[in-house]
C-alpha cells in the first residue's frame, strides 16, 4: 500500500478514537451532573430552633413563590423551580427556592446572579425608600458540595418596623438552592450559627 495511504489511514483512525473519547467523556460529565430525582428539601425541624412557635411548613410546590422577596427573586429561571414555604406562630418565616438548571456552568451562573443581587439589595432598598435604614453583612461561604454563602439584611422604612433576613445560597452539581430566613429586628438578633447549620443540611440534602 502508498505510505502516504497509510499515514492518510492512521490519522483517520487516531482522530476517530479521540472524537470518541472525547464524546465519552463528554457523556460521562453530563451524566455525572445530571441528578436522577428530585432535590429534596428542609423539613420544619432543621431550621433555627424558635423557642416561641414550633415550625410549620407547607407541601413543596412548584415554580416561584408567589410574594418573591426583594433580594434574590428577580429575573430567575421560570422552569426547573420548586419551592417550600415554613412559618411560626408568630413573625418569623421562612422559604426555600430550588432550581434544577441544564448544566453545571448554568447553575454556576445562576448562583452567581443571586449571590450578586443579595450583595445589591440594600443599595436598591435605600434608593427606592428615601429616608429608610438598612445594611447587610457578608457572613462567608461554607463547605458544603459545591460551595454555599450565608449573607444578612436589615431594612427598616421610614416611620416602619425593623426586618432581618438570612440568605444561605448553595449548589450541588447543576442545582442550586436559595434558604431565607426573616423576623422583625436586627442583624444583632440573628441566629447566625443556627442557620449556617441549616444552610449546610440544605445542600448536603439535595440528593441524599
Same mark, same amino acid.
Given at each position: 500500500m502508498n505510505r502516504t495511504l497509510v499515514?492518510?489511514?492512521?490519522?483517520?483512525v487516531m482522530s476517530t478514537v479521540a472524537a470518541t473519547s472525547l464524546l465519552a467523556a463528554g457523556s460521562a460529565e453530563a451524566g455525572?451532573?445530571?441528578?436522577?430525582?428530585?432535590?429534596?428539601?428542609l423539613a420544619p425541624k432543621e431550621l433555627p430552633p424558635y423557642p416561641n412557635s414550633p415550625w410549620y411548613a407547607d407541601r413543596v410546590k412548584s415554580g416561584?413563590?408567589?410574594?418573591?422577596?426583594?433580594?434574590?427573586?428577580?429575573?430567575?429561571?421560570?422552569?426547573?423551580?420548586?419551592h417550600r414555604s415554613f412559618w411560626t406562630e408568630l413573625d418569623t418565616n421562612a422559604q426555600?427556592?430550588?432550581?434544577?438548571?441544564?448544566?453545571?456552568?448554568?447553575a454556576r451562573d445562576l448562583a452567581a446572579k443571586l449571590?450578586?443581587? $443579595?450583595?445589591?439589595?440594600?443599595?436598591?432598598? *435605600?434608593? #427606592?425608600? !428615601?429616608?429608610?435604614q438598612?445594611?447587610?453583612?457578608?457572613?462567608?461561604?461554607l463547605a458544603v458540595e459545591e460551595g454555599a454563602h450565608v449573607y444578612g439584611v436589615h431594612v427598616a422604612p421610614p416611620e416602619s418596623e425593623h426586618n432581618v433576613?438570612?440568605?444561605?445560597?448553595?449548589?450541588?452539581?447543576?442545582?442550586?438552592?436559595? $434558604?431565607?430566613?426573616?423576623?422583625?429586628?436586627? *442583624?444583632? #438578633?440573628? !441566629?447566625?450559627?443556627?442557620?449556617?447549620?441549616?444552610?449546610?443540611?440544605?445542600?448536603?440534602?439535595?440528593?441524599?
Open positions: 499515514r492518510r489511514a492512521a490519522v483517520t455525572a451532573a445530571a441528578p436522577t430525582a428530585a432535590p429534596r428539601f416561584l413563590p408567589e410574594g418573591g422577596t426583594a433580594c434574590t427573586l428577580r429575573g430567575l429561571p421560570r422552569k426547573g423551580v420548586s426555600q427556592v430550588t432550581f434544577t438548571t441544564k448544566n453545571t456552568k448554568a449571590r450578586k443581587s $443579595v450583595r445589591g439589595c440594600v443599595a436598591r432598598f *435605600l434608593e #427606592q425608600n !428615601p429616608g429608610a438598612a445594611d447587610w453583612k457578608d457572613f462567608g461561604g433576613r438570612l440568605y444561605g445560597i448553595g449548589r450541588d452539581g447543576r442545582t442550586v438552592t436559595v $434558604v431565607e430566613w426573616g423576623q422583625m429586628g436586627t *442583624l444583632d #438578633q440573628i !441566629p447566625l450559627k443556627a442557620f449556617k447549620k441549616t444552610t449546610r443540611t440544605a445542600v448536603n440534602k439535595l440528593y441524599r
